[in-house]
């Protein structure tokens, strides 16, 4: 089984204080368990990075790195699939969607991955299975 990680899913495991952190803390550990293959992107390594240097400084980086970073598959955006997202985002025509969102969403179509470790309901919007379960 294959799961792709998203930048929503990292930061809120990685911040303690995040209303999705409990969710997100059980839900790595059963991916863990699982023997599963965890892929993300260079495009989601940069904005979680980024995200959580501005956040929470550079030790969190470094904890990410550290940590989390071991144990997923990174799969490296090439020009082609760059455009690709873009031509999507653009088509999509919706401010609150990302280029990294729409890049995510054509790794795993190419991919065939299905299920995604995320909290942004943008993936679910899109027919992808969501790790954790929204309980709403």
Known sequence: MS???DTSALLALLNANDLHHPAARKAW?????????LFTSNYILLETSALLQHRFGIEAVR?????????IEILWVDALLHARGLGALLAANRRDLSLVDCTSFEIMRQKGIQRVFTVDPHFREQGFEVIPEDKA
Request: glycine share 14%.
């Open 3 to 5: 799961i792709y990680i």
């Open 29 to 37: 550990g059963e991916c863990l368990s699982t023997g599963a293959t």
């Open 63 to 71: 904890l990410f790195t550290g940590d989390l970073l071991p144990v």
